[in-house]
C-alpha cells in the first residue's frame, strides 16, 4: 500500500501562485508515476499532470502548460505541483495520485492509489 499526503492548497487571487505537495510513504517504489488530478464542482475528475519517479519524465493537461510545473524530490518522496499565473477556472480540489508503472497516463482509472485532496480556491 502507498499513502499519499497532499498539501498547501488555499485561497488565492487570480494572477497568484501556489505550490502543492504530495507526501508518499508506504509501499513506494522507484517505478511508480505519481499524478496530479482536480476537480471541481459538479464536473468530473480531470488529469492536471504526471511524472515518472524513476527517470522525471513529465507530462501536463494543455489547459495548464506553461503556468503549471510538476516535480518530484525523491529524498523526501514528495512531488510538488507549481502553480502560476491561476486562474478562477483553475478553483478545484486537487488530489495527488500513484500507479504502480513507470509510463505516465492520464485516465484516473489507471492510477491506484489517491490522497483525500485539498482545495484550491481561485478568486476573480
Known amino acids: 500500500q502507498v499513502q499519499l499526503v497532499e498539501s498547501g492548497g488555499g485561497l488565492v487571487q487570480a494572477g497568484g501562485s501556489l505550490r502543492l505537495s504530495c507526501a508518499a510513504s508506504?509501499?513506494?517504489?522507484?517505478?511508480?508515476?505519481v499524478g496530479w488530478f482536480r476537480q471541481a464542482p459538479v464536473k468530473e475528475r480531470e488529469f492536471v499532470a504526471a511524472?515518472?519517479?524513476?527517470?522525471?519524465?513529465?507530462y501536463c493537461a494543455d489547459s495548464v502548460k506553461g503556468r503549471f510545473t510538476i516535480s518530484r524530490d525523491n529524498a523526501k518522496n514528495t512531488v510538488y505541483l507549481q502553480m502560476n499565473s491561476l486562474k478562477p477556472e483553475d478553483t478545484a480540489v486537487y488530489y495527488c495520485?500513484?500507479?504502480?508503472?513507470?509510463?505516465?497516463?492520464?485516465?484516473?482509472?489507471?492510477?491506484?492509489?489517491w490522497g483525500q485532496g485539498t482545495q484550491v480556491t481561485v478568486s476573480s
Open positions: 495520485a500513484a500507479r504502480e508503472s513507470p509510463t505516465l497516463r492520464v485516465g484516473v482509472q489507471e492510477y491506484s492509489y
Open positions: 508506504g509501499r513506494t517504489s522507484s517505478s511508480y508515476t
Open positions: 511524472i515518472s519517479w524513476r527517470g522525471g519524465s513529465t
